[in-house]
């Protein structure tokens, strides 16, 4: 699918024509380079690789620097490949935020924000006990049984317990763009998207 390399501005509210107040978030999206052009007889497949943001020359290292070279742009931060573009783009054409119109949707990709190790009821959403009942002081948010007896003898693979929280790639499908705001590469969508302020995003259509 055809898509923009971007980042999380923040997130803010407007008011629709019949006066709701619509939560949303305001994303930069592009202005991304074309880095590299795939074809199906050199690479097997078609694609266009875009680039996003500056990155200092001296963190890019030789191979980078040469790949980049070769597009005429200056190192970039994120990399990534797309398809189904409509028009026929080329090495070192910029492609911004005018891809997208007001009105269509767009699946948006990012890292949730870390939480670190949690436990089951805010990993899991697990209830708890919910009454400290013959002298209970501590099993409010435990999690329970997690076994059976004897046989198997043995938990579960993909028991649901406490462990590492967030920090995982996650996809939020069918955003409503509700603003594109072209002079300032910004896109306004309906409702939030994963990951803290400025961190990288894929939004595509």
Known sequence: MPGLIGKKVGMTSIFNDQGKNIPCTVLEVGPCVVTQVRTLDTDGYEAIQLGYGEKKAKNAGKALTGHFAKAKTTPKVKVQEFDGFDTELSLGDVVDVELFVEGEYVDVTGVSKGKGFQGVVKRHGFRGVGDATHGQHNRLRAPG???????????????????????????????????????????????????????????EK
Request: no cysteine; proline share 7%; aromatic share 4%.
């Open 145 to 203: 049984s997690i076994g059976a007896a004897s046989y198997p003898a043995r938990v579960f693979k993909g028991m649901r317990m406490a462990g590492r929280m967030g920090g995982d790639q996650v996809t939020v499908p069918n955003l409503e763009v509700l603003k594109v705001i072209k002079d300032k590469n910004l896109l306004v969508v309906k409702g939030s998207v994963p990951g803290p302020k400025n961190s990288l995003l894929t939004i």
